[in-house]
Protein backbone atom coordinates (compact mmCIF):
# COMPACT_ATOMS: atom_id res chain seq x y z
CA UNK A 1 0.00 0.00 0.00
CA UNK A 2 1.14 3.63 -1.17
CA UNK A 3 -0.23 6.73 0.21
CA UNK A 4 -0.09 10.11 -1.16
CA UNK A 5 -0.54 13.34 1.15
CA UNK A 6 -2.03 16.68 -0.34
CA UNK A 7 -0.93 19.28 1.79
CA UNK A 8 -1.89 22.74 0.96
CA UNK A 9 0.39 25.73 1.94
CA UNK A 10 3.30 23.31 3.36
CA UNK A 11 5.92 25.22 1.76
CA UNK A 12 4.49 28.60 2.46
CA UNK A 13 6.70 31.23 1.76
CA UNK A 14 6.08 33.25 5.09
CA UNK A 15 9.11 35.22 5.13
CA UNK A 16 9.93 34.33 8.74
CA UNK A 17 12.96 33.01 10.10
CA UNK A 18 10.64 31.22 12.54
CA UNK A 19 10.21 28.69 9.72
CA UNK A 20 13.81 27.94 9.73
CA UNK A 21 14.48 27.04 13.42
CA UNK A 22 10.77 25.10 13.86
CA UNK A 23 11.85 21.41 14.02
CA UNK A 24 9.60 18.87 12.87
CA UNK A 25 11.87 15.70 12.61
CA UNK A 26 9.52 13.22 10.68
CA UNK A 27 8.81 15.94 7.91
CA UNK A 28 12.07 16.77 6.95
CA UNK A 29 12.93 12.71 6.48
CA UNK A 30 10.27 11.96 4.72
CA UNK A 31 11.04 15.35 2.46
CA UNK A 32 14.81 15.22 2.38
CA UNK A 33 15.63 11.02 2.21
CA UNK A 34 13.13 10.15 -1.21
CA UNK A 35 12.90 11.77 -4.31
CA UNK A 36 11.51 15.46 -5.33
CA UNK A 37 9.85 16.52 -8.29
CA UNK A 38 8.61 20.06 -9.88
CA UNK A 39 4.89 20.03 -10.04
CA UNK A 40 3.21 22.62 -12.39
CA UNK A 41 -0.17 23.06 -10.25
CA UNK A 42 -0.62 26.23 -8.54
CA UNK A 43 -3.28 25.78 -6.11
CA UNK A 44 -5.36 22.55 -4.76
CA UNK A 45 -8.05 22.69 -6.83
CA UNK A 46 -6.55 22.63 -9.93
CA UNK A 47 -3.69 19.34 -8.44
CA UNK A 48 -6.56 17.83 -7.62
CA UNK A 49 -8.13 18.11 -11.40
CA UNK A 50 -5.03 17.47 -12.95
CA UNK A 51 -4.36 14.10 -10.86
CA UNK A 52 -7.66 12.84 -12.12
CA UNK A 53 -7.29 13.97 -15.34
CA UNK A 54 -10.17 16.31 -15.55
CA UNK A 55 -8.93 19.36 -18.33
CA UNK A 56 -9.25 22.82 -17.46
CA UNK A 57 -12.70 24.21 -19.51
CA UNK A 58 -12.79 28.17 -19.05
CA UNK A 59 -11.64 27.49 -15.25
CA UNK A 60 -11.06 24.46 -13.40
CA UNK A 61 -14.89 23.05 -13.23
CA UNK A 62 -14.82 22.89 -9.31
CA UNK A 63 -18.47 23.82 -8.76
CA UNK A 64 -19.99 20.59 -10.35
CA UNK A 65 -17.58 18.20 -8.39
CA UNK A 66 -17.97 19.78 -5.46
CA UNK A 67 -22.32 19.95 -6.20
CA UNK A 68 -22.04 16.52 -6.39
CA UNK A 69 -20.24 15.78 -3.45
CA UNK A 70 -22.82 17.87 -1.67
CA UNK A 71 -25.48 15.67 -2.94
CA UNK A 72 -26.48 17.69 -5.81
CA UNK A 73 -27.22 16.74 -9.01
CA UNK A 74 -25.04 19.18 -11.34
CA UNK A 75 -27.34 17.93 -14.81
CA UNK A 76 -25.97 18.85 -18.32
CA UNK A 77 -26.05 22.94 -16.68
CA UNK A 78 -23.67 24.94 -16.33
CA UNK A 79 -22.35 26.13 -12.34
CA UNK A 80 -20.22 28.33 -11.01
CA UNK A 81 -19.63 28.10 -7.00
CA UNK A 82 -20.98 31.33 -5.17
CA UNK A 83 -19.61 31.26 -1.91
CA UNK A 84 -20.59 33.72 0.91
CA UNK A 85 -17.56 36.54 1.91
CA UNK A 86 -17.79 39.65 3.60
CA UNK A 87 -16.33 42.00 2.01
CA UNK A 88 -14.48 45.70 4.06
CA UNK A 89 -12.52 48.39 3.31
CA UNK A 90 -8.74 48.28 4.59
CA UNK A 91 -6.88 51.67 3.49
CA UNK A 92 -8.99 52.23 0.84
CA UNK A 93 -8.80 48.44 -0.76
CA UNK A 94 -12.00 46.05 -0.40
CA UNK A 95 -10.74 43.01 1.02
CA UNK A 96 -12.43 39.23 0.96
CA UNK A 97 -13.20 37.35 4.20
CA UNK A 98 -14.99 34.24 2.89
CA UNK A 99 -16.50 31.96 5.29
CA UNK A 100 -13.81 30.39 7.49
CA UNK A 101 -13.39 33.38 8.96
CA UNK A 102 -16.97 33.71 10.13
CA UNK A 103 -20.16 31.51 11.19
CA UNK A 104 -22.83 31.35 8.88
CA UNK A 105 -26.21 29.18 9.85
CA UNK A 106 -28.36 27.57 7.42
CA UNK A 107 -31.34 29.67 8.03
CA UNK A 108 -29.44 32.93 7.44
CA UNK A 109 -27.63 31.45 4.16
CA UNK A 110 -31.27 30.15 3.03
CA UNK A 111 -32.98 33.66 3.33
CA UNK A 112 -29.88 35.30 1.63
CA UNK A 113 -29.71 33.02 -0.98
CA UNK A 114 -33.55 33.21 -1.08
CA UNK A 115 -33.36 36.87 -1.91
CA UNK A 116 -31.00 36.76 -4.54
CA UNK A 117 -33.23 34.33 -6.26
CA UNK A 118 -36.06 36.53 -5.91
CA UNK A 119 -33.78 39.67 -7.40
CA UNK A 120 -32.54 37.59 -10.20
CA UNK A 121 -35.28 35.70 -11.15
CA UNK A 122 -35.30 37.23 -14.86
CA UNK A 123 -31.94 37.00 -15.49
CA UNK A 124 -31.54 33.12 -15.82
CA UNK A 125 -29.52 32.79 -12.39
CA UNK A 126 -30.78 30.46 -9.74
CA UNK A 127 -28.24 30.17 -6.63
CA UNK A 128 -28.65 27.09 -4.64
CA UNK A 129 -27.53 26.61 -0.97
CA UNK A 130 -26.04 23.44 0.01
CA UNK A 131 -24.30 24.17 3.02
CA UNK A 132 -24.11 27.65 4.83
CA UNK A 133 -20.46 27.73 3.18
CA UNK A 134 -21.34 26.55 0.05
CA UNK A 135 -23.39 28.20 -1.82
CA UNK A 136 -23.71 27.13 -6.33
CA UNK A 137 -24.89 29.49 -9.07
CA UNK A 138 -26.38 27.80 -12.42
CA UNK A 139 -26.23 29.62 -15.64
CA UNK A 140 -28.82 28.85 -18.24
CA UNK A 141 -25.73 29.87 -21.11
CA UNK A 142 -22.24 29.08 -20.91
CA UNK A 143 -20.45 32.67 -20.19
CA UNK A 144 -17.08 33.68 -21.68
CA UNK A 145 -15.66 34.17 -18.03
CA UNK A 146 -12.33 33.48 -16.53
CA UNK A 147 -12.80 33.63 -12.72
CA UNK A 148 -10.43 32.87 -9.99
CA UNK A 149 -9.89 30.43 -7.19
CA UNK A 150 -11.18 31.92 -3.67
CA UNK A 151 -7.93 30.48 -2.07
CA UNK A 152 -6.22 33.10 -4.20
CA UNK A 153 -8.24 35.83 -2.94
CA UNK A 154 -9.02 35.32 0.65
CA UNK A 155 -7.61 37.78 2.87
CA UNK A 156 -6.80 40.27 0.13
CA UNK A 157 -8.08 42.99 -2.05
CA UNK A 158 -10.58 41.66 -4.31
CA UNK A 159 -9.47 44.27 -7.08
CA UNK A 160 -7.25 42.23 -9.52
CA UNK A 161 -8.78 39.63 -9.13
CA UNK A 162 -12.17 40.11 -10.30
CA UNK A 163 -14.04 37.87 -13.29
CA UNK A 164 -12.10 38.14 -17.06
CA UNK A 165 -13.41 37.24 -20.06
CA UNK A 166 -15.62 38.18 -22.63
CA UNK A 167 -18.25 38.51 -20.21
CA UNK A 168 -16.31 40.24 -17.74
CA UNK A 169 -18.38 43.50 -17.81
CA UNK A 170 -21.78 41.90 -17.42
CA UNK A 171 -20.41 39.63 -14.68
CA UNK A 172 -18.98 42.56 -12.52
CA UNK A 173 -22.23 44.20 -12.96
CA UNK A 174 -23.65 40.69 -11.76
CA UNK A 175 -21.44 41.78 -8.60
CA UNK A 176 -22.85 45.30 -7.63
CA UNK A 177 -26.42 43.86 -7.81
CA UNK A 178 -25.70 41.24 -5.48
CA UNK A 179 -23.95 43.56 -3.21
CA UNK A 180 -26.73 45.73 -3.58
CA UNK A 181 -29.47 43.02 -2.81
CA UNK A 182 -26.95 42.40 0.24
CA UNK A 183 -26.55 45.43 1.68
CA UNK A 184 -29.65 46.64 3.89
CA UNK A 185 -30.87 42.93 3.94
CA UNK A 186 -32.62 42.34 7.16
CA UNK A 187 -29.86 39.01 8.01
CA UNK A 188 -27.48 41.23 7.49
CA UNK A 189 -28.59 43.94 9.49
CA UNK A 190 -29.00 41.15 12.63
CA UNK A 191 -25.92 39.83 11.89
CA UNK A 192 -24.35 43.51 12.36
CA UNK A 193 -26.58 44.49 15.51
CA UNK A 194 -24.83 40.57 16.71
CA UNK A 195 -21.73 41.91 15.92
CA UNK A 196 -21.24 39.93 13.25
CA UNK A 197 -19.54 40.47 10.16
CA UNK A 198 -22.82 40.66 7.07
CA UNK A 199 -22.54 38.36 4.25
CA UNK A 200 -22.50 41.44 2.13
CA UNK A 201 -21.35 39.75 -0.92
CA UNK A 202 -20.55 36.21 -3.17
CA UNK A 203 -17.30 34.92 -4.59
CA UNK A 204 -18.22 33.52 -8.11
CA UNK A 205 -15.62 30.46 -9.02
CA UNK A 206 -14.83 27.11 -10.52
CA UNK A 207 -17.98 27.14 -13.30
CA UNK A 208 -17.95 24.49 -15.75
CA UNK A 209 -19.76 21.29 -16.69
CA UNK A 210 -19.77 18.36 -15.23
CA UNK A 211 -16.87 15.80 -17.43
CA UNK A 212 -16.71 12.16 -17.41
CA UNK A 213 -13.95 11.19 -15.07
CA UNK A 214 -12.16 8.19 -17.10
CA UNK A 215 -9.27 7.49 -15.16
CA UNK A 216 -9.47 6.27 -11.12
CA UNK A 217 -5.51 7.01 -9.94
CA UNK A 218 -6.03 6.23 -6.31
CA UNK A 219 -8.24 3.53 -4.65
CA UNK A 220 -9.39 5.60 -2.13
CA UNK A 221 -10.09 9.11 -1.32
CA UNK A 222 -9.61 10.36 2.25
CA UNK A 223 -10.81 13.68 2.47
CA UNK A 224 -13.34 16.30 3.98
CA UNK A 225 -12.72 18.93 1.11
CA UNK A 226 -15.58 18.69 -0.98
CA UNK A 227 -14.00 18.59 -4.77
CA UNK A 228 -11.40 15.86 -3.70
CA UNK A 229 -14.58 13.64 -2.16
CA UNK A 230 -16.42 14.35 -5.60
CA UNK A 231 -13.44 13.38 -8.15
CA UNK A 232 -13.54 9.86 -6.18
CA UNK A 233 -17.02 9.56 -6.76
CA UNK A 234 -16.71 10.44 -10.14
CA UNK A 235 -13.69 7.98 -11.12
CA UNK A 236 -15.26 5.55 -9.09
CA UNK A 237 -13.17 5.28 -6.00
CA UNK A 238 -13.75 4.88 -2.93
CA UNK A 239 -14.09 7.84 -0.60
CA UNK A 240 -13.77 8.89 3.39
CA UNK A 241 -14.09 11.05 6.09
CA UNK A 242 -10.10 11.83 6.64
CA UNK A 243 -9.74 10.15 10.08
CA UNK A 244 -7.95 12.65 13.25
CA UNK A 245 -4.76 11.04 12.60
CA UNK A 246 -2.31 8.44 11.02
CA UNK A 247 -3.02 5.65 13.58
CA UNK A 248 -6.96 5.82 13.32
CA UNK A 249 -6.35 6.00 9.56
CA UNK A 250 -3.90 2.45 9.78
CA UNK A 251 -6.64 0.55 12.03
CA UNK A 252 -8.83 0.93 9.37
CA UNK A 253 -6.96 -1.49 7.34
CA UNK A 254 -6.95 0.36 4.36
CA UNK A 255 -7.30 -1.48 0.65
CA UNK A 256 -4.17 -2.17 -1.55
CA UNK A 257 -3.22 0.20 -3.81
CA UNK A 258 -2.34 4.11 -3.62
CA UNK A 259 -4.39 6.04 -1.06
CA UNK A 260 -5.07 10.23 -1.08
CA UNK A 261 -5.60 11.83 1.87
CA UNK A 262 -6.03 15.43 1.56
CA UNK A 263 -4.23 17.08 4.79
CA UNK A 264 -5.61 20.93 4.19
CA UNK A 265 -5.18 22.32 8.15
CA UNK A 266 -2.88 24.48 6.86
CA UNK A 267 -4.77 26.69 4.43
CA UNK A 268 -6.34 29.19 6.46
CA UNK A 269 -3.68 30.36 8.15
CA UNK A 270 -1.06 30.63 5.23
CA UNK A 271 -4.24 32.43 3.38
CA UNK A 272 -4.45 35.18 6.15
CA UNK A 273 -0.73 35.42 7.08
CA UNK A 274 -1.02 34.06 10.86
CA UNK A 275 2.42 32.37 11.25
CA UNK A 276 1.79 31.16 14.68
CA UNK A 277 -1.81 29.15 13.83
CA UNK A 278 0.22 28.14 10.60
CA UNK A 279 2.98 26.76 13.03
CA UNK A 280 1.10 25.01 15.22
CA UNK A 281 -1.02 23.68 13.14
CA UNK A 282 2.70 22.15 11.23
CA UNK A 283 3.11 20.68 15.05
CA UNK A 284 -0.03 18.77 15.02
CA UNK A 285 0.75 17.00 11.48
CA UNK A 286 4.00 16.04 12.56
CA UNK A 287 2.68 14.32 15.84
CA UNK A 288 -0.45 12.92 14.03
CA UNK A 289 0.41 12.22 10.56
CA UNK A 290 4.05 12.46 9.82
CA UNK A 291 5.82 10.48 12.67
CA UNK A 292 3.13 8.17 12.85
CA UNK A 293 3.28 7.43 8.73
CA UNK A 294 7.26 7.73 9.00
CA UNK A 295 6.39 4.67 11.42
CA UNK A 296 4.77 2.55 9.58
CA UNK A 297 7.09 3.06 6.42
CA UNK A 298 10.09 1.67 8.72
CA UNK A 299 7.99 -1.56 9.67
CA UNK A 300 6.63 -1.78 5.91
CA UNK A 301 3.45 -1.50 6.66
CA UNK A 302 3.54 1.33 4.09
CA UNK A 303 5.93 0.63 0.75
CA UNK A 304 6.34 4.65 -0.17
CA UNK A 305 4.64 7.90 0.88
CA UNK A 306 4.37 10.83 -1.55
CA UNK A 307 3.79 14.71 -0.34
CA UNK A 308 2.34 17.11 -2.59
CA UNK A 309 2.48 21.31 -1.74
CA UNK A 310 2.85 23.91 -4.12
CA UNK A 311 5.30 23.45 -6.95
CA UNK A 312 6.43 20.23 -5.17
CA UNK A 313 6.19 16.56 -5.04
CA UNK A 314 8.19 14.09 -2.98
CA UNK A 315 8.71 10.40 -2.67
CA UNK A 316 9.91 8.53 0.04
CA UNK A 317 10.26 4.66 0.05
CA UNK A 318 11.75 2.36 2.66
CA UNK A 319 14.72 1.95 1.08
CA UNK A 320 15.50 4.83 0.82
CA UNK A 321 15.31 5.69 4.84
CA UNK A 322 18.89 4.63 4.49
CA UNK A 323 20.47 6.96 2.26
CA UNK A 324 21.54 9.05 5.44
CA UNK A 325 23.80 11.02 2.90
CA UNK A 326 20.52 12.78 2.18
CA UNK A 327 20.33 16.09 3.88
CA UNK A 328 16.49 17.58 5.02
CA UNK A 329 16.31 21.03 4.13
CA UNK A 330 14.06 24.04 6.22
CA UNK A 331 10.66 24.23 4.86
CA UNK A 332 11.39 28.02 3.49
CA UNK A 333 14.65 26.16 1.14
CA UNK A 334 11.75 25.02 -1.08
CA UNK A 335 10.81 28.04 -3.72
Not at 254 to 270: C, K, Q, Y
Not at 276 to 294: D, G, K, T
Request: charged share 20%.
Amino acid sequence: MNCHLLIPDLLWQSGDQVCRIANFPALRTLLGRGSAARDCARHMEEWLCRAFCVDKQQDWPVAVFSLVADGGDPGTGYWLRADPVHLHLDSGQLLLADSRTFVLTREEADCLAQSLNLHFSGAGLLFRVMHPERWYLRVERTPQLHTRILAEVAGKSIDEFLPAGKDGIYWHGVYNEIQMALHDHVVNEAREAAGNPPVNSVWLWGGGRLPDVADRPYAHVWSDERLAKGLALASGAGSSSLPQNAPAWLAQMPAPGVHLLVLDSLRTAAHYRDRVRWLENIEQLESRWFAPLLSALRRGEIQQIAISSGNWTFAVARADLWKLWRRSKALVDYP
